[in-house]
Nanobody, 111 residues
């Protein structure tokens, strides 16, 4: 049974930083990453990491950095902007098939 536990969200001022973490268990994961979603909007891919490397949404390039240590994926977010406010969802893709989601963590960027 695949389980994900994500954490690290909170309230931060514009220009500030946060680091999100997600611990996955129950399988071998070929892809780990993060989506985000605001009310009334579609879920947006923020970043992911695979054996081939990393990929970022254009809106976060140069500000966010994704990394992986075994079955934990991190998202370091720098120079945060109000438009980064969203619920951030960790996700993984298992080597054996299937895509799984964390419960989501709220990030609010506001002065």
């Amino acid at each position: 049974q695949v389980q994900l536990v994500d954490s690290g969200g909170g309230l931060v001022q514009p220009g500030g930083s946060l680091r999100l973490s997600c611990l996955a268990s129950g399988s071998i994961f070929r892809t780990m990453g993060w989506y985000r979603q605001n009310l009334g909007k579609a879920r947006e891919l923020v970043a992911h990491v695979t054996s081939s490397g990393t990929n970022y949404a254009d809106s976060v390039k140069g500000r966010f950095s994704i990394s992986r240590d075994k079955n934990t994926v991190y998202l370091r977010m720098n120079t945060l902007k109000p438009e980064d406010t969203a619920v951030y969802y960790c996700y993984v893709e298992s080597t054996f098939g299937g895509k799984y989601w964390g419960q989501g963590t709220q990030v609010t960027v506001s002065s």
